[in-house]
């Protein structure tokens, strides 16, 4: 039998939508570049260090663990 893999989505698109803020905003808010914030918007399944979660999820006012999900592969 094969073993399920799990994958993360980020849900930093969703969070920021909720709050008005659109890329710009966040990435100036989270102190990251713009181009960081366009890729994990743009891609929910973008590799991403766990320091710029952290900075991403401390500009989104919410815990970590919120910025992301696990999914089915």
Request: proline share 1%; net charge positive.
């Amino acid at each position: 039998m094969g073993r399920r893999k799990m994958r993360l989505r980020l849900k930093i698109r969703e969070l920021a939508e909720a709050q008005g803020l659109d890329r710009a905003k966040l990435a100036r808010r989270a102190d990251v570049t713009y181009q960081t914030v366009h890729n994990v918007w743009n891609n929910p399944y973008a590799d991403v260090s766990i320091a710029t979660l952290e900075k991403l999820a401390q500009a989104l006012n919410c815990d970590v663990s919120e910025v992301y999900e696990r999914v089915d592969d």
